[in-house]
């Protein structure tokens, strides 16, 4: 039997990975405004411009960022209409019996 789209797209997992994609450009943000606070120039050998963290963050910052907003819209549509529970309740069906199944052989 052929699953639709929304069945397949693992909305958590593409969530999950574009968040902390999120942050680590936030934390390289981060980073880079504190060596800036702390006196480091950019024309020293490891100054803030020297490795572009600054350039890094932002980039992984807006990639994540535009990316993450519409897999969360995506995934709330999803969720609100009931796309993909009848996949999830044939997978939950699978698993009672195979549980079932399991008891009544002892394992």
Do not use: Q, Y
């Amino acid at each position: 039997m052929k699953e639709s789209l929304v069945d397949r797209i693992p909305f958590a997992k593409i969530v999950v990975v574009l968040a902390i994609a999120f942050g680590v450009g936030l934390g390289l943000c981060g980073l880079s405004f504190v060596v800036a606070a702390n006196g480091f120039k950019s024309h020293e050998e490891f100054g803030v411009d020297s490795l572009g963290i600054a350039n890094i963050s932002l980039v992984v910052m807006v990639l994540s960022g535009a990316a993450l907003l519409p897999a969360l819209v995506a995934w709330a549509v999803a969720g609100i209409f009931g796309l993909g529970r009848e996949a999830a309740s044939r997978r939950h069906c699978w698993a009672m019996r195979m549980t079932k199944t399991r008891n009544k052989n002892g394992s």
